[in-house]
């Protein structure tokens, strides 16, 4: 057979599995119809799907015009997936089903180690542990901040931890484990994170706009991610609001990052002295949530750095609807817990700015994931993955039982 | 037959004329190969292709270990598309064969109709004309300003010509002639120039940096331009590099499109008044080449405002390479004919802010595509649709034809 052909069979039978994954018990008769597929077609990719243990046949389901047919499922607990978080401070790990589900989370703060070196070393015997325990799992995937240059394999620009761009994040661990590693941008990574287990709606043309310790960016259009040629595209935290304004490390002025990020709101707080006590022994994620706290009491300094914050973090969103006009942007990580006020501050911004035809038509919410669940993004990079190539996981799943 | 079938079949169709399109005459044994396709189904696909007369045999050429085999190629004289490009104070109508070469160009000054419907009936009438006289006309492409919202069918915001946006395009095109009728935002119907009949290096990931009348973007990212939700994405010219900067058209504040496009220019040449002798009695293209061939000559005060306008040109480039990473960028239109010394002053900037590791694989060059092609990419946008459903053409072509 043809590679090509090959990758034709993959393809559909990849399709076959995103339907099922999105639209959950189906007929083959349902599938069919949806993915313009013949029967004799979806009988043959069924088949070898069931042989290889990625779905199952259920009992009978109410088809059309009230015939019965027998329906398909994926498992989602079948399959399991480690996710990998690194932010500027801290690592988590998580154990997810294919349905995106923690089953569990493990955080490992980057200062409790003397080096980077060590804090690695670490995370691959708790990975190796994971691994173990779990014979389910089948890939991990991995969320880095970006800028993340995929052909040198790091990180361009952690303003906060400079030792992190030392690190070759594929030589470190591409072959480090008995599955395959997928790394991924962060934010890019919480835009899959959204198509696959967010609002149906806008599933195909999104934004995950990412404010934390950085700022970045991930773009769904037409359900596939924008990476551009080395994989640097979309970094929002990086385009200039003020080609005059503060210096960044990337080398540009005036980049978003330097006036939303937890990094920047942390770096006012010490600054002003006065809104949040002691800001300055606190961690990043501590002073921006001590803050956000503070704000949501009513305390009036609180609320107006909140509201200040919440201005740039709206020039944020003009550059995405300008430059990407995805049909929904949600705001995730640390900062997106400032809630309510954040927002409606960031809405007067696009209400003020962007043509009225287009602000009319983006949504923009903060991200309804459980606040814990950064490293969801992670592990969505290795679902994804799987549903792309599924019979590549099947065989990584026969040699990890043992069959 | 399946839909989904008959769009696989025409979807391989268009996969064997887009090589032919790149690659020029060539055997069925090298298609197949590059294509991953057997040679039975190669065999059956060019067989229709051949029968609905959109490619030929040629004789024997040298094929791999010197077997000779029959080749086969696409004739660019066989079919001829129209393109249209609507700028804000002319348009320009250009019959264009398969390869993009321009059979003749027509350019009509929209201040020379008493209103803007007047030059709407012009343009049809001119349209009527060249397609009763070319019936190997098959489509007509049209590039519009941007933001052009493709749900509503009209451009959002024309700064120096609001009754163009009173304008339906499709509402007044799509059904006015005889062959079916594409309108895409400007500067996308430039990438799509760029990916067609530039450079094969970067074909797939490059962008078109349009500085006309107003700045706009098209990019092409794996292939396909980005268009988001509604059409108005890459729209670089909305793109803010000072939130506290000119207000704009479109509601925001220090639009890129504010500083240096050619309406940008002229505005400053009035103002100024001493560099280029009655620069107000002129239009924009005019003071624009008057201003370029002043710093041509070496006229100091001429040649400072290019470079300051270069330093904008940058500040646009640097959010180019860091919003969407394209392997290539080429500057077109009005301001790319200040040449050198503006891209000189452009790659300074860039060379300063942007991270090394980008700047150093982004090639950025000014367009080769001869001066009064700016309409080549509105023909690129039907050549381009042509090459997606050939087999559509292929029937207008025949009816065309009388067949």
Redesign the interface.
């Known amino acids: 057979m ?4 090959l ?1 034709q069979s993959e393809c559909n039978r990849s399709r076959v599995m995103r339907f099922l994954y999105n639209n959950g018990v189906s007929s083959r008769a349902q599938i069919a119809k949806s ?4 029967p004799a077609a979806i009988t043959k990719i069924t088949a070898k799907l069931i042989d290889e243990g990625l779905i199952s046949e259920t009992g009978e389901i109410e088809g059309a015009r009230n015939r019965r047919s027998i329906g398909l499922r994926l498992d989602p607990e079948r399959f399991h997936f480690i996710g990998v978080k690194f932010a500027r401070s801290l690592i988590q790990v998580g154990l997810f089903d294919l349905a995106g589900n923690a089953q569990r989370i493990w955080v490992d703060m980057t200062a409790d180690h003397p080096s980077i070196g060590d804090a690695i070393t670490s995370l691959k015997t708790l990975i190796g542990q994971i691994m173990a325990r779990f014979s389910t799992v089948v890939a991990i995937g991995m969320a880095v901040p970006g ?1 993340y ?1 995929r052909d ?1 394999g790091h990180t ?2 952690v303003s906060s931890m400079q030792q992190w761009r030392d690190v070759n994040f594929p030589a470190e661990f591409a072959d480090a484990f008995a599955v395959p590693v997928f790394i991924e941008q962060d934010a890019r990574a919480g835009a899959l994170a959204q198509q696959l287990f967010g609002d149906d709606g ?1 599933r195909d ?1 999104l934004a995950y706009y990412l404010i934390g310790e950085g700022v970045g960016l991930g773009v769904v ?2 359900g ?1 991610t ?11 935290g ?7 304004g503060r210096r960044c490390d ?5 980049c978003l990052e330097r006036y939303c990020s937890a990094v920047a709101i942390h770096k006012a707080l010490d600054e002003d002295g006065g809104i949040v006590a002691d800001s300055d022994t606190m961690t990043h994620i501590e002073a921006c949530e001590a803050l956000f706290a503070l704000a949501a009491d009513g305390d009036a300094r609180a609320l107006e750095l909140v509201r200040h914050i919440g201005t740039y973090v709206g ?1 944020g969103l ?2 995405i609807i ?6 929904r942007i949600i705001i995730g990580d640390i900062v997106s817990h400032a809630g309510e006020p954040l927002l409606a501050s960031a809405m007067r911004v696009v209400d ?7 602000a009319a ?2 949504s923009v919410t903060l991200s309804d994931l459980p606040t814990d669940a950064a490293v969801t993004g992670a592990a969505a990079v290795a679902i994804t993955a799987f549903l792309e190539q599924p019979s590549r996981f099947a065989d990584i799943a026969r040699r990890r039982r043992g069959d």
Chains 1, 2 share one sequence.
């Not at 003020?352 to 287009?358: F, K, Q, S």
């Open positions: 043809a590679a090509e052909q990758n993915l313009g597929l013949t800028p240059l040198c361009a620009v806008a043309d259009e037409r596939r924008i990476d551009g040629a080395r994989g640097t595209a979309t970094e929002i990086h385009v200039s609001i003020d080609v005059n990337c080398g540009n002025y005036g020039y003009i550059t300008n430059a990407f006009n995805p049909r003020d700015r962007v043509l009225p035809e287009l038509t983006t």
